[in-house]
């Protein structure tokens, strides 16, 4: 019996490398997966590759629509919710000085406001269900600081924030929310740096190279199944040692 057989779950943010990595071993170890994102194509893509994976276009920066989302989804996935990742998030990079309010805002309420609201809707589901597991992905620049990311930085550590309140307040229920935190991870967004900063974000990396997508997955695998039980309101790190909490 593979791990996840008869999950039901569903992933944000699906149609980038990690969102990819992430439908795949989910797939393969027996869930019924919910994959959305904004790539009409990408997601027909995911659909036609796996025959367990469900599809639903959605854009979490509609705040409003949220709700009606997680709803939605509910009923894609036959009236069921055991796990939410929540992967989905941007960047706009700019020096502080420069950066405007609509950049800061942008990326606060795609990060931050939309991902607690994902999760306040998907715990009134696994609340009916009396379980459910929610895995808030964020970033090692989250822990770390990043140059021209204050916006960016400033999300992913208040998703971490985020996370350990809703996990006390949801453990006796029975409802898992951990988060896991990449480190520099090799996809179409990490092959755009300059090869000269990648250099300098090796030369911090004990292990001397990027992650792969799959290192991101195989730890979403391990919060999504029953082996993780007992670990709430936790930060996995998946950065090669660049960053050890």
């Not at 999760?119 to 090692?140: D, H, Q, R, W």
Request: net charge positive; with cysteine.
């Amino acid at each position: 019996m593979n791990k996840l057989d008869k999950k039901k779950i569903i992933v944000t943010g699906a149609t980038g490398g990690i969102g990819n990595s992430i439908i795949e071993r989910l797939s393969e170890c027996g869930a019924t997966i919910l994959a959305t994102g904004t790539k009409e194509d990408k997601l027909n893509e995911l659909k036609s590759k796996f025959e367990n994976v469900k599809i639903l276009k959605f854009d979490i920066s509609q705040n409003d629509k949220i709700e009606e989302f997680i709803e939605n989804s509910f009923k894609e996935l036959g009236g069921g919710l055991d796990c939410i990742v929540n992967n989905a998030g941007i960047t706009i990079d700019n020096l502080a000085i420069r950066m405007s309010l609509d950049e800061w805002s942008k990326v606060i309420n795609i990060n931050l406001t939309s991902t607690f609201l994902i999760c306040k809707f998907a715990i009134k589901k696994m609340l009916k269900n009396k379980s459910g597991k929610i895995i808030n992905i964020t970033s090692v620049v989250g822990h770390t600081g990043n140059l021209g990311q204050s916006n960016y930085t400033a999300s992913k550590a208040g998703v971490v924030a985020m996370t350990k309140s809703l996990a006390v307040e949801y453990a006796k229920k029975n409802i898992n929310i951990n988060c896991i935190s990449p480190g520099f991870i090799e996809t179409a967004m990490t092959d755009k740096i300059d090869d000269k900063f990648k250099e300098i974000i090796l030369s911090k990396i004990p292990s001397a190279r990027l992650g792969q997508p799959k290192d991101i997955a195989n730890a979403v695998l391990f919060l999504a199944s029953d082996q993780s039980d007992y670990i709430n309101g936790e930060t996995i790190h998946v950065n090669g040692g660049m960053y050890m909490a």
